[in-house]
């Protein structure tokens, strides 16, 4: 198992022009990636729930920022299992990584395994404290703004 970088942190949002703005305009965020809808598959593998799920990707100094909003998602802050917020991480194998984490006891989340497109997978887990993290798998050359910047490789 190798984890080979960080790729983002994702907050929920309730109102996705609203976010980018504040990011954007307040905080120097660069979008990276416009609103793309998440299907069904790919809502569930962010922990949603629904049939979609509306993701934008912002960047700041290296730090990438995904804002998720759904019919699900709950404020960030406040209290509830609605709330979509992670943190990402690319692995080498997807399938040696989720092993290796269940031999340590790791929870693994129900449902959440997800084949993006060929060789594109990815799976939440959760930390000893129940944060989800995403891990993603993609093979190399696949162009992905949330695994690569675009025309270099992620730091």
């Known amino acids: 198992m190798a984890v080979l970088r960080m790729l983002h942190v994702a907050l929920g949002v309730t109102d996705l ?9 307040g905080l120097g965020f660069a979008l990276v990636a416009d609103a793309m809808a998440v299907g069904q598959a790919g809502a569930r593998a962010l922990g949603a729930a629904g049939d979609r799920c509306d993701a ?3 960047e700041r100094d290296g730090f990438r920022l995904e804002l998720l909003r759904s019919a699900s998602a709950v404020r960030a802050g406040s209290a509830g299992a609605g709330t979509l917020a992670h943190a990402a991480l690319a692995v080498d194998d ?9 031999d340590l006891g790791v929870e693994i989340v129900p449902d959440s395994l997800a ?3 060929r060789g594109v997978r990815s799976c939440l887990v959760r930390d000893p404290d129940g944060f989800p993290i995403l891990l993603h798998q993609a093979p190399a050359g696949v162009a992905s703004p949330w695994a690569e910047r675009r025309g270099a490789s992620a730091g």
């Open 115 to 117: 084949e993006h497109a």
């Open 17 to 25: 022009a609203r976010s980018i703005a504040f990011y954007r305009d």
């Open 94 to 102: 997807l399938a040696t990584t989720l092993q290796s984490l269940r």
């Open 56 to 58: 934008v990707l912002l």
